[in-house]
């Protein structure tokens, strides 16, 4: 019979929330990673934050050792019920990359609808699942139009100036995301028989993952988002800025353009510029925004 790490009580059965930083004047700022799962993802971020703001980062690297099949409504009830031993009540201030994104957009929801507060939802690079099927066929065919001759130009251009470490890293993304129903469940079980954390860009495209990420349908939102995206996301994204979100968040979508690709806006430089804005939104900053372009 097959264990349910979602059974009750199973928040409390070991550290699912680490502590990046756990003392400090204002709320705290509970960070959800991708799919890969590590916690230490933020660590570069916390450091670029202000002096004082506490920040807990979600466990959610052991997930992927498990066999069980994963959904975001699982996900946000179980961690919910984890970050509740840190802070009981709101306001609460979430930020999430990517898979996290969703996670922590349906534990906002959950918390408005229970009558709590989420004073933010920050999502870092998480487009929304129902984007492409929320647009017409004539928008879907040119989305797909874009998308082609953006990334057929952008290749040729890295080779015609010699980037061939960037081509070869995006041809393997490439090759790994068309072949993954093959070979990523067992490059997982090999890492876990040796007894390894599976490499982040391996991690990203775990089927299950994928498939968690693609079955979710957003619930409408009653306040507004913070978006962090992409700038390399590609030209195919330019006529949809905030993702597919705008259509959820009926409080608005402010918008912020990271330099740099999905996989490295957590590192340096771009993590400074994500920290710089993100402070504003926190408890003790401005809280205005004004950078940001709202949807």
């Known amino acids: 019979m097959t264990h349910d790490i979602f059974s009750p009580g199973a928040a ?3 550290s699912h929330v680490v502590p990046l930083r756990a003392t400090g004047a204002g709320s705290p700022l509970f960070c959800f990673p991708g799919s890969s799962g590590n916690a230490d993802l933020f660590q570069e971020m916390v450091s670029a934050l202000p002096v004082g703001q506490p920040v807990y980062a979600i466990d959610m690297g052991w997930l992927g050792g498990t066999s069980q099949d994963l959904t975001v409504e699982q996900l946000a009830g179980f961690y919910l019920d984890a970050i509740r031993n840190i ?23 959950r918390l408005i609808d229970e009558g709590d507060e989420a004073n933010l939802v920050s999502l870092l690079d998480a487009p929304n699942p129902t984007l492409m099927s929320n647009l017409s066929k004539t928008d879907s065919a040119q ?11 952008k290749y040729y251009l890295r080779l015609v100036r010699g980037d061939i470490k960037s081509f070869t890293r995006n041809a393997l993304s490439f090759i790994v995301w068309r072949l ?19 490499p982040r860009n391996f991690g990203i495209n775990d089927v299950r993952f994928l498939d968690t990420w693609r079955s979710y349908i957003p619930k409408s939102y009653a ?12 030209p195919e994204y330019d006529r949809y800025p905030t993702m597919g979100w705008d259509a959820y968040a ?8 990271v330099p740099g690709g999905h996989l490295d806006m957590m590192k340096t430089p771009s993590v400074h510029f994500i920290a710089e804005k993100m402070a504003a939104y926190l408890d003790y900053g401005s809280g205005d925004g004004e950078s940001a372009e709202t949807f």
């Open 180 to 198: 993954r129903v093959l070979f990523i469940p067992m490059i997982r079980f090999g890492f876990r028989i040796a007894k390894k954390p599976l």
């Open 12 to 14: 409390s059965d070991r």
């Open 143 to 153: 989305f797909h139009k874009t998308y082609l001759i953006g990334r057929v130009r």
């Open 223 to 234: 306040k507004d988002l913070v978006f962090f995206r992409a700038q390399d996301r590609g």
């Open 250 to 257: 009926r409080g608005g979508v402010q918008v912020h353009i």
């Open 87 to 109: 802070q009981r009540k709101g306001p609460y201030y979430f930020c999430g990359y990517s898979l996290g994104g969703l996670v922590a957009y349906e534990i906002a929801v």
